[in-house]
């Protein structure tokens, strides 16, 4: 299931979580034995919002998750999510012992219910999920995978040429250079080439950091829900639209036979025969997944190789 759910939004959780154990699993070879789940029988901090206050004050999901699992060394930990008893692993083999465990309690993604929508393949279960991941699951895996690979190709080059052109004392955005780059190569895989300029994936880029910035308001910071009318909402709301209209041009391009090379992604969705709506928050929620996770993985990616010349010369 973990390659079929990579550019789903529990990809936020799941990318992160390899990573730490891959990155500070390899520096140790002592791994703590979990005979029961820890913390399992630890109380929240708070009766309705659980351990969220000590998420937040870690800045991040993914640094309390490194705080959790003792920075790789713990496979298995728990915390409590408003009233939701959570159990987050980090090693191979814990995840092989649960990957048949699909179903998940909706309340769990339920504040990001007004990016996903509620008839995201997030809060599937049952025979629902079964049947939205036969849907889908071919076209993240084999050779449809392997499809992908010109796109990212091409993106690179056409990157390569534009920073070429930067002067040596030009101050460069390096998480939007690299987050267009990510949206670029999702959609183009996903959806097809969406945008005919840059200033398009620009828009699409600020739409998707206005949403997840409202999300993280309301989540993280326990801002709340903004008033209806606010400038949160009106913003929230004119970004939200934005992703829509775009997913859904591209569904009535399709519809209308423009642009007949194969789109594994967005063709199986429109082949199964589900509501537009259903298309578009299952669509948006494999965007946001992807995007979020890449873009930011790249950034840093590219920020260390900088401060590392050794490394980059070998790359």
């Not at 730490?20 to 109380?43: H, L």
């Not at 994936?201 to 206005?210: E, G, I, L, R």
């Not at 004119?238 to 594994?264: A, C, N, Y």
């Amino acid at each position: 299931m973990l390659d079929f759910v990579i550019f789903a939004f529990t990809a936020v959780v799941g990318l992160l979580v390899i990573l730490i154990f891959c990155w500070f699993g390899g520096k140790t070879s002592e791994q703590v034995e979990v005979k029961e789940i820890p913390r399992w029988n630890k109380p929240p901090k708070d009766s309705e919002q659980g351990d969220l206050g000590e998420l937040a004050s870690h800045g991040s999901l993914h640094q309390y998750l490194l705080h959790l699992h003792a920075r790789g060394h713990c496979p298995v930990t728990s915390f409590w999510w408003g009233r939701n008893h959570v159990v987050s692993v980090c090693s191979p083999q814990a995840f092989k012992d649960t990957v048949k465990l699909t179903d998940r309690p909706g309340e769990l993604y339920k504040g990001f219910e007004p990016l996903i929508g509620p008839d995201s393949i997030q809060y599937a279960n049952g025979s629902d999920w079964e049947g939205r991941r036969k849907c889908l699951y071919h076209t993240l895996k084999g050779d449809d995978l392997e499809s992908y690979f010109p796109h990212f190709v091409q993106i690179a080059q056409e990157t390569e040429a534009k920073w070429s052109g930067f002067t040596s004392d030009q101050k460069v955005s390096l998480t939007k250079e690299t987050f267009n780059m990510t949206v670029k190569g999702i959609t183009r895989c996903c959806l097809g080439d969406v945008f005919e300029s840059n200033e398009e994936v620009d828009a699409f880029a600020k739409s998707y950091h206005t949403c997840w910035r409202e999300m993280e308001m309301r989540i993280v910071e326990a801002k709340g829900d903004p008033e209806p009318g606010s400038e949160r909402d009106v913003a929230f709301q004119r970004g939200l639209q934005g992703m829509k209209d775009t997913v859904k041009r591209i569904l009535r391009s399709r519809r209308e036979g423009r642009g007949q090379t194969e789109i594994p992604f967005i063709d199986a969705l429109l082949q199964s025969g589900v509501a537009e709506n259903q298309i578009v928050s299952d669509t948006i929620s494999f965007l946001v997944g992807g995007l979020h996770t890449s873009g930011y993985f790249l950034a840093w990616l590219l920020w260390y190789l900088a401060e590392h010349p050794e490394v980059q010369e070998r790359v």
